[in-house]
């Protein structure tokens, strides 16, 4: 059974920073693309970060380029999300997300949200103004 746990998220100031965890279990994680989404209330979850298993071509959404930092660590079977200067238009719910094994190593892959067919069940990040 495919596990992916999330931790980490919290109640934060403008400004402050979060670092979210996904831990994935029974999966093939090292073969396995993955990547942070978010939904905000009343809106749809939208993708934020995505990386190769092999952590060597990232993707980020342009609203988080330079603030977030997105990495694995493969013998842990580990992903997180550095969060830097947060703003309340951050506040959503954080997933982690996993694609299954792959040899798909192009941005627009990473990109597509259609290609994750691994779930965690969220993590809450408010940021207050």
């Known amino acids: 059974q495919v596990q992916l746990l999330e931790s980490g998220g919290a109640l934060v100031q403008a400004g402050e920073s979060l670092r979210l965890s996904c831990v994935v279990s029974g999966a093939p994680f090292k073969r396995s693309h993955t990547a942070w989404f978010r939904q905000a209330p009343g809106k749809e979850r939208d993708l934020v970060a995505a990386?190769?298993?092999?952590?060597?071509?990232?993707y980020y959404v342009d609203s988080v380029k330079g603030r977030f930092t997105i990495s694995r660590e493969n013998a842990k079977n580990k992903m997180s999300l550095q969060m830097n200067s947060l703003k309340p238009e951050d506040t959503a719910v954080y997933y982690c997300?996993?694609?299954?094994?792959?040899?798909?190593?192009?941005?627009?892959?990473?990109?597509?949200?259609?290609?994750?067919?691994?779930w965690g069940q969220g993590t809450q990040v408010t940021v207050s103004s």
């Open positions: 997300a996993a694609t299954g094994i792959t040899i798909a190593t192009s941005t627009d892959y990473l990109a597509n949200p259609q290609k994750y067919k691994y």
């Open positions: 990386v190769t298993w092999l952590g060597d071509i990232t």
